[in-house]
């Protein structure tokens, strides 16, 4: 069983930054892949950054490469998502989730989620 619970969202300007934070509780947090989702208002979750639980690959979608940075702290239990020049359109309610699958991209193959925390960009 893991629970996840997220922080760092808010609200920025458009080129600001955030970093998102996502504390999991259970012994076997660093057998688990973790990923970052977000759901726009409307719209499907979509996949932005996963992390594998191993050597650490990470993996990105085409929308935030450049920007954003996935990594993870097993010691402390913790998976991070640094944004770097946020856009309006990045606003979203942010999920990190894990999975013991190789299909990162994919919300369903995630069997924990936290809450979300919203990020919200101005123009």
């Known amino acids: 069983q893991v629970q996840l619970v997220e922080s760092g969202g808010g609200l920025v300007q458009a080129g600001g930054s955030l970093r998102l934070s996502c504390a999991a509780s259970?012994?076997?947090?660093?057998?688990?892949?973790m990923g970052w989702f977000r759901q726009a208002p409307g719209k499907e979750r979509e996949f932005v950054a996963g992390i594998t639980w191993s050597v650490g690959s990470t993996y990105y979608a085409d929308s935030v490469k450049g920007r954003f940075t996935i990594s993870r702290d097993n010691a402390k239990n913790t998976v991070y998502l640094q944004m770097n020049n946020l856009k309006p359109e990045d606003t979203a309610v942010y999920y990190c989730?894990?999975?013991?699958?190789?299909?990162?991209?994919?919300?369903?193959?995630?069997?924990?989620w936290g809450q979300g925390t919203q990020v919200t960009v101005s123009s």
């Open positions: 989730a894990a999975t013991q699958s190789a299909r990162l991209w994919r919300p369903r193959e995630y069997n924990y």
């Open positions: 259970g012994r076997t947090f660093s057998s688990y892949a």
